[in-house]
């Protein structure tokens, strides 16, 4: 089948792409030559999620979906959340989003920077009924960076029980256990049965 991924980051379609196989071939919004920048005015990842891919969907009006996602960190009440890549506006970066998280959190103790990353998809099938999918990785927030792999606040982010980060993990490993990951798989057994895929 044919499916649309409303996203411009060649990373996130290559790992969807890994996940979802050859048997769904995906096509994204760089298949679209100048389509407008969506604004992510939503205050949940579910809607900002909804608001990309409806913007799709309107225009291909064929199976699409979009997601979004963030880090929720427990001690600053679920921050940044939907705010995850613009945490240190105005001219954010993942840098300068890791020293605030650090400034943010500089008197909480190891035990309570507990945080999670969670990923919300998206999907309109063909006459633009929805469906949702979510995924979450629970983590700890470390003291410093360690890694180079992965991208966002990967080097922050210690794996439980594991004592390594997320950029100390290869992209596969990253694959199996993310967020991103678990959502993607789910929408596959779900379009596996719904489109009759074997
Ligand atoms: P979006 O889903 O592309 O809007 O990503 C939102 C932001 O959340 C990213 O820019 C990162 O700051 C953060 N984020 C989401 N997923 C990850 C991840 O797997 N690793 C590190 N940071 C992530």
Redesign the pocket.
Same mark, same amino acid.
């Given at each position: 089948m044919k499916l649309w991924a409303a996203t411009k &980051?060649s990373n996130?379609a290559r790992e969807i792409r890994q996940i979802l196989g050859d048997k769904i071939e995906i096509s994204t919004l760089l298949d679209v030559p100048n389509f407008p920048e969506i604004a992510?005015t939503g205050n949940t990842f579910e809607e900002n999620a909804l608001i990309k891919v409806q913007t799709l969907w309107n225009y291909v009006r064929e199976p699409a979906f979009a !997601? !979004? #996602? +963030? %880090?929720e960190v427990d001690a600053l009440k679920g921050a940044p959340g939907v705010h *995850? *890549?613009r945490f240190s506006a105005p001219e954010p970066s !993942?840098s300068k &989003?890791i020293d605030k998280l650090f400034a943010e959190l500089k008197d909480v103790p190891a035990a309570k920077r507990t945080a999670r990353?969670r990923?919300v998809i998206v999907f309109l099938d063909e006459n633009g009924s929805p469906r949702t999918f979510e995924g979450t990785l629970e983590g700890l927030i470390g003291f410093e960076r360690k890694g180079t792999n +992965? $991208? +966002?606040? !990967?080097p922050v $982010?210690i794996l439980p029980g594991k004592n390594r980060t %997320?950029a100390e993990i290869s992209a596969g490993e990253k694959n199996l256990i #993310?967020?991103?990951g678990k959502a993607v798989e789910a929408l596959f057994q779900f379009l596996k049965v719904r489109y009759n895929i074997t």
């Open positions: &980051n996130k992510e !997601d !979004d #996602s +963030g %880090l *995850s *890549s !993942d &989003n990353f990923c +992965g $991208f +966002g606040y !990967d $982010f %997320l #993310s967020h991103r």
